[in-house]
Every structure is written in structure tokens, then in C-alpha cells.
């Protein structure tokens, strides 16, 4: 096993790296959406949205509808356009066949990113071999509001210091963005 495949380093992640990781995304499918606004899955879809990314939402039991104005997929295979990044809401066992899905698309997407709790080493090494950038355990609306500033407001300690004054996002309420820290 080489250093690049060492399952170590999914334990912790560099601040930039993950801020050049949501820089870099435009494109989302997340598997494992939910239609249930109490679900972890429909707020981070909604979070995701509201912060200008592309979020098509992928569940074999919501396919042909829509959830929060965009049509839900049944499986990654029936995306309509690439992806930057595949979002897993699922468990870590699930984990693994739905990499293999994402392993098949054309192109690959740059980036699989496995929600909190999820982690499975196996598939991440799958994917690391292709040249995807893989992310476990981590959850990219936390990582954004983090990163960001928004998750301060709430009395959370986001490890970022700063003496600049946030610039906001957009009118009305107030969101803040990764782009101007």
C-alpha cells in the first residue's frame, strides 16, 4: 500500500483543500435525497442550492418528480448532464456500490464526498485510483458555513480567525460565501 491510498489520511482535511474542493464545484448529484424537510438530505440540498450550486438529487423512490424545483433521478446513470461532484447520503456499506456507479459515469466526476458518518476506505481507494478527489465523514454544508463564517453566527467554533469583515453573498438574508475569505 502507498501513501496515497493510506486510509490515515481521510482522518482530517486541510481547510484549503476543502475550500478549493467547493471553489471548484458547480455541479452536485446527491444520492440519497430526501423529500422530507426534517431530512438531514433535503437541507443540505436546499443549503447547496441557495449557495448557487447545480443539486440533482438522486433516489430511485422520488425518481420523475421534483424536489425543491429540481427533477429527482433514480440512479446516478440517468443524470442528464456531468457532475463535478457526487454527494453520498447514504450508509457506509452503500457506500461502496454507489462509488462503483459513480466509477462508470463518463466523465468521472472530480470529486465523491461521503456525508457524515460515511466512510468506506475500500471504495475510496477505488475511486483514488481513477484520479477522484475523495472526502469521508464530512459534511459540505458544515464545511461551507464553516469555512464561510455563517456557522459563527451561531456561537459554533469554526477554528477560522479572521479580522476582515464579511462581505455578503446576496440581499436579504443574510449568507455568507467561501469566495471572499
Known amino acids: ?3 496515497a491510498f493510506d486510509p490515515a489520511r481521510h482522518d482530517r482535511y486541510a481547510d484549503e483543500a476543502i475550500r478549493a474542493l467547493m471553489r ?25 442550492l441557495e449557495r448557487g450550486y447545480a443539486v440533482t438529487p438522486v ?3 422520488l425518481a420523475g418528480t421534483e424536489l425543491l424545483g429540481r427533477p429527482v433521478m433514480a440512479r446516478l446513470a ?33 470529486v465523491i464526498w461521503m456525508q457524515l458518518g460515511v466512510r468506506n476506505d475500500a471504495a475510496a481507494a477505488r475511486a483514488e485510483a481513477r484520479g477522484i478527489t475523495v472526502v469521508m465523514n464530512r459534511c459540505p454544508k458544515i464545511e461551507y458555513g464553516r469555512l464561510s463564517g455563517e456557522i459563527g453566527w451561531t456561537g459554533v467554533n469554526s477554528r477560522i480567525l479572521s479580522a476582515k469583515r464579511p462581505k ?10 467561501i469566495e471572499e475569505r
Open 1 to 3: 500500500m502507498t501513501d
Open 24 to 48: 471548484s464545484v458547480r455541479t452536485i448529484a446527491l444520492v440519497g435525497a430526501s423529500a422530507n424537510p426534517a431530512r438531514p438530505s433535503w437541507i443540505v440540498t436546499k443549503y447547496l
Open 59 to 61: 433516489n430511485p423512490g
Open 78 to 110: 440517468d443524470l442528464p448532464h456531468p457532475v463535478d461532484m457526487v454527494e453520498i447520503f447514504r450508509n457506509s456499506e452503500a457506500a461502496g456500490p454507489l462509488v462503483d456507479e459513480a466509477l462508470a459515469l463518463d466523465p468521472l466526476p472530480r
Open 168 to 177: 455578503l453573498a446576496a440581499k436579504g438574508f443574510q449568507k455568507l460565501t
